[in-house]
């Protein structure tokens, strides 16, 4: 890793602060800018990543973007540098490699590549019992789920669902709530796939409630999207 004069680290620190505050919110305006910035933001992010003073902005920046790389990213390219940035590069913070981890993880199932997503997550997982955290444990127990739903490996999906609910019923801060209401809504189309509408409405309706709870409502009315299905 290059270690630059000082100068030069606060101009490629200004650089990602700028970034950063274009793409405060999800709103169109917002996604349509990163849609048409996402090359100079990518190019911006790897300078950073590879200099001593700015790598962990640099992955912190790269965290914050997801849902606008889920949403408007090319894909393909955005997984390149979260590769990169997971494996090639030295972590003080393992739970920060942790993160990078799990959206690997996630950035490849939606590119449909199972294997390598389950690969990252399993690596991600050991890490996370050795560093003793629980809420990113069963983050990626609910993120294996995932990939196993689009397997339709439905049972296998159920269990790994069920243990990370058994972890975030315990706890009661604000990202637990969220991850235990989007581990409900992902059980409620295990359910509705396995045809079973009764316990798929269950837990939509208990998604719809926490979301609710939490203000988050575009995750809210996906859930409810997902009810809707049901009738």
Known sequence: MIKPNPTFAKIVERSL??????????????????????????????IASSQQFTV???????????????????????????KELSFTTKFSDPLLRIRLLIRL??????????????????????????????????KIEQAIALILYRENHLLESKYYLVKSLVKLNSRNDHKSRRELASTH?????????????????????????????????YNKALSIKNLGELY
Do not use: C, T
């Not at 189309?189 to 988050?216: P, T, W, Y």
């Open 56 to 82: 962990f902005i640099a992955r912190a920046l790269l965290l914050a973007l997801v849902p606008f790389i889920e949403r408007r990213g090319h894909i393909p390219d955005w997984l390149i540098l979260f």
């Open 185 to 217: 809504n992902i059980l409620g189309l295990v359910f509705m796939k396995r045809g079973k509408n009764q316990s798929a409405s269950k837990h939509f309706e208990e998604a719809i409630m926490i979301f609710e709870d939490l203000a988050l409502y």
């Open 105 to 138: 993880g996630e950035l490849y199932r939606l590119m449909r590549k199972f294997k390598d997503g389950k690969d990252a997550l399993a690596q991600a997982y050991l890490l996370a019992y050795k560093s003793e955290d629980p809420l990113s444990v069963a």
């Open 17 to 46: 602060n700028y970034w950063a505050n274009q793409f405060k919110d999800l709103s169109e305006l917002s996604l349509e800018n990163f849609y048409i910035e996402q090359a100079n933001v990518k190019d911006a992010i790897q």
